[in-house]
């Protein structure tokens, strides 16, 4: 009986503390709604960086999602990483619809570099943009979520901004396994600190990772992650490492995964 009620007590506090943890993160992490705005003459440019390796199935439809957004000042690259499927194809399909868009196609990859780093690096080359956005290929964008985003990390003098989108799925399995896998991110990045300064905690999202160029390049440029595969949250590390300010925000209105 002592010893059940032991289990109880412990399992109970347990709870409690990822109660207390959930909540702590949902005040420090904002939930930004789009300001869709008129574009003015001294917005910056800011150029979106998106990757893709044998994304045929789902790549068409993300990527014209993002192409919705009027904004002048953004410039979309398109990378293709060496792909076997039409997905080189269906960018330079969209692209031809577009004059914002470039495309880019890897055809080898050096040694001491991952794929999806090297590609991104790539396209950094091409970038014009005084900010970068890295974001994957299966995410669908909604116009003014770009803008919004940079509005309010000049507002907040932040070098680097993660948005975490949302996941939408049919599948019951996979949504019964994404609560319990955000709790655990949740505790092992201390999402509640990432915003503080002089904290260690550090943390990036792969489908929107939005930095400014100059604090990347002080950082050491996606040199520096050539060999990271969990490369969203590298970025965060190095940009809070270099001196800048980073912040997670919940960017569900406008970023989702299909």
């Not at 949902?26 to 150029?47: G, T, Y």
């Not at 990527?63 to 330079?92: E, G, K, Y």
């Not at 050539?226 to 569900?252: N, P, Q």
Request: include cysteine.
């Amino acid at each position: 009986m002592v010893f059940a009620s032991i289990l109880v007590a412990i399992g109970l506090m347990y709870w409690i503390v990822q109660l207390a943890l959930m909540v702590r993160t949902m005040q420090v992490v904002p939930r930004i709604p789009i300001a869709r705005r008129a574009s003015k003459a001294d917005d910056p440019l800011v150029s979106v960086i998106v990757p893709a390796r044998d994304e045929e199935r789902d790549l068409e439809a993300a990527l014209r999602s993002r192409l919705t957004d009027p904004d002048p000042n953004l410039q979309f690259i398109f990378v293709d990483d060496r792909s076997a499927d039409a997905t080189p194809a269906i960018q330079s399909a969209i692209a031809a619809s577009d004059a914002r868009v470039d495309v880019l196609q890897v055809t080898e990859l050096p040694a001491d570099w991952l794929g999806k780093v090297h590609a991104m690096k790539e396209g950094l080359v091409r970038a014009r943009g005084e900010w970068i956005l890295l974001s994957d290929a299966d995410v669908h964008v909604a116009p003014g979520m770009v803008r919004t985003a940079v509005d309010f990390a000049e507002k907040r003098g932040l070098s680097h901004l993660a948005a975490i989108p949302s996941i939408q799925t049919p599948s019951l399995g996979l949504r019964l396994c994404l609560s319990p896998m955000l709790r655990l991110l949740i505790i092992a990045v201390r999402l509640w600190s990432v915003h503080v300064r002089g904290s260690t905690a550090v943390m990036g999202v792969g489908a929107f990772n939005l930095v400014r160029r100059d604090m990347l390049e002080s950082a050491g440029g996606l040199e520096a992650l050539r060999m990271e595969v969990i490369d969203d949250i590298g970025l965060g590390a190095i940009i809070k490492s270099a001196g800048g300010d980073s912040m997670v925000i919940a960017g569900c209105d406008g970023l989702r995964i299909a």
